[in-house]
């Protein structure tokens, strides 16, 4: 097995000089699946003198599928777990909507009102009609939003995008309507 050209191309972009690539290639590093033996940058950059801490870093991460190298191993939760949107810290099997995180002692899954159908739940959109949440400090402007004709969908991105001085504005339209 030797290194195909594509490999050898991808190992010069990360450093490798030719004479390192036949350093490499001296030191029975010839695929690349050769460098899980290997281990680690370190191992690596004693292996080739010359190479460098930081090349050596990037062709193991290059190598091993590590950090930058594009891979990494594949993660797959069930549909009902839940993260807490504070510290992401996953909660255990037991945990119902409403419950404090186990982590950091937070709301893990904050319940809010929906703008649009008035329900209530976890999450960020509403399990009623499909409404993306907004903070609860935003609730009033966004139902006056909806009653100002604005379509669902866009009053989230209509309040995110809003400065300050726009909000308290509108805050001003709400306490004049309300009064």
């Not at 995180?101 to 709301?107: A, D, I, N, P, T």
């Not at 409404?131 to 609860?136: G, K, L, M, P």
Request: a positive charge.
């Amino acid at each position: 097995m030797a290194f195909t050209a594509l490999e050898k191309n991808i190992l010069k972009s990360k450093g490798l000089t030719e004479a390192l690539l036949k350093k490499l290639e001296k030191a029975g590093v010839k695929s690349r699946d050769e460098f899980k033996t290997v281990g680690d940058a370190a191992t690596l950059a004693q292996l080739v003198p010359g190479l460098g801490a930081e090349n050596a870093s990037s062709i193991m991460a290059w190598a091993t599928g590590g950090a930058g190298g594009g891979g990494g191993p594949v993660v797959v939760d069930s549909a009902d777990v839940v993260y807490c949107v504070h510290c992401k810290t996953k909660q255990p099997k037991d945990y119902s909507s409403g419950d404090l995180c186990v982590s950091c002692g937070k709301q893990a899954e904050p319940i809010l009102s929906c703008y649009w159908c008035s329900r209530s739940g976890p999450g960020k959109f509403c399990r009623s009609c499909g409404a993306e949440f907004v903070a609860t400090a935003e609730l009033d402007l966004a139902i006056h939003l909806k009653r100002e004709g604005l379509p669902k969908d866009d009053i989230p991105k209509k309040l995110k995008a809003m400065s300050a001085a726009e909000k308290e504005a509108l805050w001003g339209r709400i306490r004049k309507s309300r009064g």
